[in-house]
């Protein structure tokens, strides 16, 4: 099964859903259904894109046709989604990138932004918004009036020491035809580089989110940007340790992602893999009242001074929830829940996690595996949490575990994908609401 055989899989619905589980990565296939929208490449050639959009917890996909394209290295990507609009990063031969709005409706389109690449004072132009390790730094707003205009916004980091904090705003307005670029600087203290992905937080205001440290804040449609940060909570202590340890290595979206709902307010979803920390016993001659010489081996010069290892206990996982809205000044705790907790109710859960355990009795806690890539829901359910696993690094099928964390429930286990990846972090899944404006065949 492909992955666009598996979006469209399933219960045939009326109507498109609410939200979905984009895979930001395009599958190249020549696919057309109603979604399908054409338009030419800046280098002349012909070029398709069409959704397969699936109720989450199945993934949803989308595919790209060109005979232009750049095979494997630099793979077409959606970098953003807002509404009825995504806009599509597509390599090309040549060292060519080419950007496209793509719009959702009753007659989709697709727009080469050919016009904004070629501009002199586009940041399109130097790779400003070239995405680096899962980067993404630009966002999209439908301008009011007529429904074809709209603003992109990108935002340039200077990574000097000296100018930490620094960044530059450009932005994009299609009934001006023209950029904009000003200056934004929060402060040394506040510096949120690197940043990996913008949410759009309702009044012309747009997020730059730094998944560790916070939320750069800028209104894109007015006068001024009024910068400002919104810190996020405190990594969970495992994954505190595990970012000490590695550092750039370890990836944030893997553990952690931000999402603004159909309400507004912002969540913060975090899966930590809970270590428990202890020394290892070490011998104690003050428990026994005769020592034979047969007890006591000579230390080797490497002995002396040794102190008793570190030793870490596998607790299994956990998934915490937080919200406020953009205006507030705090982080409510929505949940906790430990996977200890969950209970799985539904007996053909027990055959998939058997699947998953390649023939295996066992329950939530033995899959632990690979759970990684947290996502929350943007529409009202908001106590399903999903989470992506593959039991282990070698395996070929891909699944989400669909968790109700009210209830503390195993709501479903469903296999998504069953083409070969390394691992997790090398797809990233975004929560947005594109389907809802999609016809349906």
Same mark, same amino acid.
């Given at each position: 099964?492909?992955?666009?055989?598996?979006?469209?899989?399933?219960?045939?619905?009326?109507?498109?859903?609410?939200?979905?589980?984009?895979?930001?990565?395009?599958?190249?296939?020549?696919?057309?259904?109603?979604?399908?929208?054409?338009?030419?490449?800046?280098?002349?050639?012909?070029?398709?894109?069409?959704?397969?959009?699936?109720?989450?917890?199945?993934?949803?996909?989308?595919?790209?046709?060109?005979?232009?394209?750049?095979?494997?290295?630099?793979?077409?990507?959606?970098?953003?989604?807002?509404?009825?609009?995504? @806009?599509?990063?597509?390599?090309?031969? *040549?060292?060519?990138?080419?950007?496209?709005?793509? #719009?959702? $409706? /009753?007659?989709? =389109? !697709?727009?080469?932004?050919?016009?904004?690449?070629?501009?002199?004072?586009?940041?399109?132009?130097?790779?400003?918004?070239?995405?680096?390790?899962?980067?993404?730094?630009?966002?999209?707003?439908?301008?009011?009036?007529?429904?074809?205009?709209?603003?992109?916004?990108?935002?340039?980091?200077?990574?000097?020491?000296?100018?930490?904090?620094?960044?530059? @705003?450009?932005?994009?307005?299609?009934? *001006?035809?023209?950029?904009?670029?000003?200056?934004? #600087?929060? $402060? /040394?203290?506040? =510096? !949120?580089?690197?940043?990996?992905?913008?949410?759009?937080?309702?009044?012309?205001?747009?997020?730059?989110?730094?998944?560790?440290?916070?939320?750069?804040?800028?209104?894109?449609?007015?006068?001024?940007?009024?910068?400002?940060?919104?810190?996020?909570?405190?990594?969970?202590?495992?994954?505190?340790?595990?970012?000490?340890?590695?550092?750039?290595?370890?990836?944030?979206?893997?553990?952690?992602?931000?999402?603004?709902?159909?309400?507004?307010s912002i969540r913060c979803v975090e899966l930590e893999h809970q270590l428990s920390r202890a020394l290892a016993e070490m011998p104690d001659v003050s428990s026994s009242d005769v020592l034979h010489d047969t007890d006591l081996p000579m230390e080797t010069y490497s002995d002396h001074g040794r102190v008793a290892p570190v030793l870490y206990k596998y607790l299994g996982w956990r998934v915490i929830v937080w919200r406020r809205t953009a205006s507030s000044t705090c982080w409510h705790k929505e949940r906790l829940v430990h996977v200890n907790d969950i209970v799985a109710n539904d007996p053909g859960h027990t055959n998939l996690l058997r699947e998953m355990l390649g023939?295996?009795?066992?329950?939530?806690?033995?899959?632990?595996?690979?759970?990684?890539?947290?996502?929350?829901?943007?529409?009202?359910?908001?106590?399903?949490?999903?989470?992506?696993?593959?039991?282990?690094?070698?395996?070929?099928?891909?699944?989400?575990?669909?968790?109700?964390?009210?209830?503390?429930?195993?709501?479903?286990?469903?296999?998504?994908?069953?083409?070969?990846?390394?691992?997790?972090?090398?797809?990233?899944?975004?929560?947005?609401?594109?389907?809802?404006?999609?016809?349906?065949?």
């Open positions: 099964m492909s992955r666009y055989d598996a979006a469209s899989g399933g219960a045939r619905r009326v109507g498109p859903p609410a939200w979905i589980l984009l895979d930001t990565e395009a599958v190249i296939a020549d696919r057309r259904n109603a979604t399908t929208a054409s338009s030419c490449t800046s280098t002349g050639a012909a070029i398709q894109v069409t959704f397969f959009a699936a109720d989450p917890p199945r993934d949803s996909s989308f595919c790209v046709h060109c005979d232009d394209l750049l095979q494997g290295y630099s793979p077409s990507s959606i970098l953003y989604s807002h509404g009825d609009v995504a @806009l599509l990063r597509v390599a090309l031969w *040549r060292q060519t990138t080419d950007y496209f709005l793509y #719009r959702a $409706g /009753r007659q989709p =389109s !697709l727009r080469l932004l050919g016009d904004i690449h070629g501009s002199p004072d586009s940041p399109l132009s130097s790779s400003r918004i070239k995405p680096s390790n899962g980067e993404a730094l630009v966002g999209i707003l439908p301008l009011a009036g007529d429904g074809d205009h709209f603003l992109l916004a990108c935002l340039k980091s200077f990574c000097l020491y000296e100018e930490e904090g620094l960044y530059e @705003l450009h932005v994009f307005r299609s009934d *001006r035809d023209a950029w904009t670029s000003t200056p934004v #600087r929060l $402060g /040394r203290e506040v =510096s !949120l580089d690197p940043l990996t992905k913008v949410i759009a937080l309702g009044g012309g205001e747009l997020g730059w989110v730094n998944l560790r440290k916070g939320i750069l804040v800028c209104d894109v449609l007015g006068e001024t940007p009024k910068p400002r940060a919104i810190p996020l909570p405190k990594l969970l202590p495992t994954n505190r340790f595990y970012l000490w340890r590695q550092q750039e290595r370890c990836w944030p979206r893997e553990y952690r992602d931000v999402v603004v709902c159909a309400d507004g023939g295996e009795d066992g329950d939530l806690v033995k899959v632990s595996g690979e759970m990684n890539v947290p996502c929350l829901s943007i529409d009202g359910d908001g106590d399903v949490v999903y989470i992506m696993s593959k039991v282990n690094d070698t395996d070929t099928k891909t699944w989400v575990v669909a968790v109700d964390m009210g209830r503390k429930t195993l709501l479903k286990v469903v296999p998504v994908s069953v083409e070969q990846r390394c691992s997790l972090v090398k797809s990233d899944y975004l929560s947005c609401g594109l389907s809802s404006y999609m016809e349906t065949d």
